[in-house]
């Protein structure tokens, strides 16, 4: 079973920088699709970016376009997500997710088409 470990959170001014990792033991993150969903309080999870097994197509949600990049680095089993210009609203708890085989058919945009998860890492955007 792949085991998922997020870094990266912490607290940052509007305007400013961060950038999130998902490191993976007990499989090889290419060989996956994966996903980067938040959380905030008392809101449902939700997708902010993907990338597909074996190719570098990606998908991006309405808020995260333009300013966030999801990138996979193969030779460290990493997916990281680069966040720029993070707003207040971006204040999550963030998590990484990978889609194993059977591979899902659909959007890869909802959390239950993701098989394994991190525990997640804390984001929080100060205005």
């Known amino acids: 079973q792949v085991v998922l470990v997020e870094s990266g959170g912490g607290l940052v001014q509007a305007g400013g920088t961060l950038r999130l990792a998902c490191a993976a033991r007990?499989?090889?993150?290419?060989?996956?699709?994966v996903g980067w969903f938040r959380q905030a309080p008392g809101k449902e999870r939700e997708f902010v970016a993907g990338?597909?097994?074996?190719?570098?197509?990606?998908d991006y949600s309405d808020s995260a376009r333009s300013r966030f990049t999801i990138t996979r680095v193969e030779a460290e089993n990493t997916v990281y997500l680069q966040m720029s210009s993070l707003k207040p609203e971006d204040t999550a708890i963030y998590y990484c997710?990978?889609?194993?085989?059977?591979?899902?058919?659909?959007?890869?945009?909802?959390?239950?088409?993701?098989?394994?998860w991190g525990k997640g890492t804390l984001v929080t955007v100060s205005s």
């Open positions: 007990g499989g090889m993150l290419v060989r996956y699709n």
């Open positions: 997710a990978v889609d194993v085989p059977p591979y899902s058919r659909d959007s890869r945009r909802t959390p239950d088409e993701y098989d394994s």
């Open positions: 990338v597909l097994r074996n190719v570098d197509i990606t």
